[in-house]
């Protein structure tokens, strides 16, 4: 039996030629233009999407500030204990040159003001200068990758009753607009060597039973955000995420989506959607088609949340498929940030951060192979059999095909074979970490 095993794995791991890609590539291709689907066309087009991936998950959110004490971590919760968590900069950053090599297409990378390098000396996270990220821009230059950026508003003993900007403690207030001035500083260095540098604020302020005062938080969270984004900074892309609830938080969430929705409405920045901060039954792919009517740009957080907001690695499900076809149907790409939003201790994590991007690049070019027109007229003209079947055989075109050929465009491995350099890459480095 574990012969068996060993040898399917060895089966599932196998490369691909390149003339077994060309091949079935070729066949996919001709069975995608019958239905009016240019496959060249979709490959290109998911590839150059920018998928913007989150250092967080390589340390399971720990941060490299030298701090003093424990403090609660605002509801976040990395669980399980797999061997290879990263413990520095350098870590992560040769972690993710890893990880890098088996995603195809273009990526980012999204750093929390929690991942400053002070050179061990404690700076106070409303005193951080761009000086402080110079070895993750450095690093991002010479990999041409873009950068965006995070206030950390959590896992601070400046966290106050479990309130930050929304405070009733002016001192606490005025340090978290601090922070977030800060932060926009370090996102403009970033955003003048990279480009527009997204720049989400994320609070973790809400109270656990019974509020009584749902009033004044949100009065306050107002007051404190306008003093953040009164000027602009060029180039800093500014952004808000809502949140559901949290754990210590189930009642009241200060920054709800409606919240966040209206703000962003009004003040002309971006509002951020993560997967997990919604209903379970919730669709946030039907939320595109709605906000952006109103708001010029969207941020997406893309997370697997079960059950809750548990931040599984993101796997194509149908809710990211859905998102993706949406995203595509809307032609709404240009007016969409991608981002991925979650954080696994229990399995190797460079592995975490691979099968998270690979399956949103390979929902995305699902979504681009759809031949919707064909859709659309079946739905405009009140054929709902037609429809119907016609969505299902969506599931039956050759999507696999098309994927391998455009991991081989990208030059990375097709299929899982990038698995066995997981493997090895976790013998030689991560199983030796502490
Ligand atoms: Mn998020």
């Given at each position: 039996m574990a012969r068996m095993t060993a040898t399917t794995l060895r089966g599932a791991t196998r490369p691909l030629t390149a003339r077994q890609v060309e091949a079935a590539y070729k066949i996919a291709k001709e069975r995608f233009a019958a239905i009016g689907v240019d496959t060249d066309r979709a490959v290109r087009a998911a590839l150059a999407v920018p998928i913007s991936v989150q250092c967080w998950q390589a340390d399971d959110v720990r941060g490299l500030e030298v701090v003093e004490g424990a403090f609660d971590a605002g509801g976040l919760q990395a669980t399980g204990d797999y061997p290879?968590?990263?413990?520095?900069g350098d870590e992560i950053r040769r972690d993710f040159d890893h990880a890098a090599r088996w995603i195809p297409g273009k990526v980012r990378f999204n750093i929390h003001a929690?991942?400053?390098?002070?050179?061990g000396k404690r700076v106070e996270r409303d005193e951080l200068e761009p000086a402080h990220f110079s070895r993750w821009m450095d690093w991002a230059a010479e990999r041409r990758l873009g950068l965006d950026f995070n206030p950390t508003c959590f896992g601070h003993p400046m966290v106050m009753d479990g309130l930050t900007l929304s405070s009733p403690r002016k001192a606490v207030r005025e340090f978290w607009i601090r922070h977030c001035l800060a932060c926009r500083r370090v996102a403009r260095h970033m955003a003048r060597r990279f480009g527009p540098c997204v720049t989400n604020i994320w609070i973790p302020d809400g109270?656990?039973?019974?509020?009584?005062?749902?009033?004044g938080p949100r009065q306050r969270l107002v007051e404190s955000l306008d003093r953040v984004l009164a000027r602009r900074q060029p180039g800093v892309v500014d952004s808000v995420e809502s949140k559901l609830f949290g754990i210590g938080c189930e009642?009241?969430?200060?920054?709800s989506h409606e919240f966040y929705l209206a703000y962003a409405a009004t003040r002309g920045v971006v509002v951020c959607f993560d997967m997990g901060h919604f209903h379970p039954t919730e669709s946030v792919a039907d939320k595109l088609s709605s906000a952006l009517q109103f708001v010029d740009r969207l941020l997406l957080h893309v997370s697997r949340g079960v059950r809750?907001?548990?931040?599984h690695v993101v796997r194509a499900t149908d809710e990211v498929e859905a998102v993706c076809d949406e995203a595509v149907r809307g032609k709404a790409l240009g007016r969409i940030y991608w981002a991925m939003d979650y954080f696994d201790a229990s399995i190797n994590r460079v592995g975490a951060w691979v099968i998270g991007a690979r399956a949103l690049r390979k929902a995305l070019l699902r979504a681009m192979l759809e031949p919707w027109e064909l859709h659309r007229r079946a739905e405009y003209e009140g054929r709902g059999a037609d429809k119907l079947a016609l969505l299902e055989r969506r599931d039956e075109m050759p999507l696999g095909a098309v994927w391998d050929y455009a991991c081989h465009r990208a030059d990375v491995p097709t299929g899982a074979s990038w698995l066995r350099d997981l493997a090895s890459y976790e013998k030689r480095v991560l199983s030796r970490r502490e």
């Open positions: 290879g968590a990263a413990r520095s929690m991942y400053a390098e002070t050179g109270r656990k039973d019974s509020t009584v005062d749902r009033w009642d009241y969430t200060v920054g809750w907001d548990s931040d």
